[in-house]
């Protein structure tokens, strides 16, 4: 907390981690997780995240660069980490990375990986400032330089 009695919003202030067993009705046929149940997992895990940034409910305005590394099966154990990269004015970027274990193995996979943009909204569903994100790391550092240069290719992307 500052002296103000306000969070100081580091990315490890926000940061959210969530755990999930891979269940039969998680899976495909094979038996291997299916992406959208991941992804829905990795949502609610970034939903999180961004509301502890902005102290209010955000909604999922995109999900990027989605990657998928490794197949999860019935009965592994994946660990799902959400951290705010940067804020921007109204919009928020979490990057979320899934990885599992198996049970009986210490050895740790990467899952997935993926770039959501959350946006502020107060009670009316209107768009709301948001706080900047205070970096405490060089590599925190890189990654709010490269959630910058993500933007500025999405926009150019939306001018044409
Ligand atoms: C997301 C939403 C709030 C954006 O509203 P909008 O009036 O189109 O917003 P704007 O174009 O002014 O953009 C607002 C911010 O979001 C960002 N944004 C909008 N679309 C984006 C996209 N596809 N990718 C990344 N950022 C995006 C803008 O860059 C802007 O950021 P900034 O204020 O930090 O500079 C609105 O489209 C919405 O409510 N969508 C539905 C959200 C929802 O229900 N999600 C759950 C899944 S259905």
């Known amino acids: ?3 103000q009695n306000q969070p100081v919003r580091t990315p490890s202030f926000s940061e959210t981690i969530k755990t999930e067993v891979v269940c039969p009705n998680d899976t495909n046929p094979m038996g291997i997780l299916q992406g959208g149940v991941l992804v829905q997992w990795m949502d609610i895990a970034a939903a ?3 509301q502890t940034h902005a102290g209010c409910i955000s909604v999922t305005a995109s999900i990027d660069h989605v990657r998928f590394f490794s197949s999860a099966k019935v009965g ?3 660990t ?3 951290r705010i990269t940067r804020a921007f004015t109204t919009s928020m970027e979490i990057m979320v990375e899934a990885t599992m274990r198996r049970v009986g193995s ?3 996979r990467p899952v997935s990986l993926a770039y959501f943009t959350f946006v502020a909204i107060d009670h009316l569903a209107h768009k709301k400032a948001v706080s900047p994100v205070i970096l405490t790391t060089a590599e925190e550092e890189r990654l709010f330089q490269l959630a910058g240069k993500r933007k500025e290719k999405m926009l150019q992307k939306e001018e044409k």
Do not use: G, N, T, Y
Request: hydrophobic share 55%.
């Open 76 to 78: 592994d154990i994946l």
């Open 106 to 108: 210490s050895e740790i």
């Open 48 to 50: 999180v995240c961004a």
């Open 1 to 3: 907390m500052s002296e």
């Open 80 to 82: 799902i980490k959400a």
